[in-house]
Structures are given as structure tokens and as C-alpha cells.
């Protein structure tokens, strides 16, 4: 057994594959910090008609 740092990944193919021991599957970017930028998308629930106050 390795006793070097490594990590498992969750893969789910999509059709029946070999994978062999020491095969490349995936491919790891690192970035840095300063170049993500986290964005939100909101969605207006809201069912009244425009310009009304529900009153």
C-alpha cells in the first residue's frame, strides 16, 4: 500500500468503463482565491399583478 497523500473521486460514467491503476481520469486546476467570484440568482415569487398592494 502508498503510503503518499492522495484523495478518492466520485465518478458516475455514463457507460461501462475500465479504469486501471495509475490511469489518469481527472484533471485538478487549482486557482487562486482573488480570481472567483460568487454570484446568486433570485427568482421573484411574487403573484400579485404589478402595481398592486395586496391591501
Keep these: 500500500m ?3 497523500q ?5 465518478i458516475r460514467p455514463r457507460r461501462s468503463v475500465t ?3 495509475g490511469q489518469h481520469i481527472a484533471c ?6 482573488d480570481s472567483l467570484q460568487a454570484t446568486s ?3 421573484n415569487t411574487d403573484t400579485t399583478a404589478a402595481g398592486e398592494t395586496g391591501a
Excluded at 492522495?6 to 466520485?10: K, M, R
Excluded at 485538478?28 to 482565491?33: G, S, T, V
Design 41 to 43: 440568482t433570485i427568482q
Design 19 to 21: 479504469i486501471e491503476r
Design 6 to 10: 492522495g484523495f478518492g473521486v466520485a
Design 28 to 33: 485538478l486546476i487549482l486557482l487562486h482565491a
Design 2 to 4: 502508498s503510503t503518499g
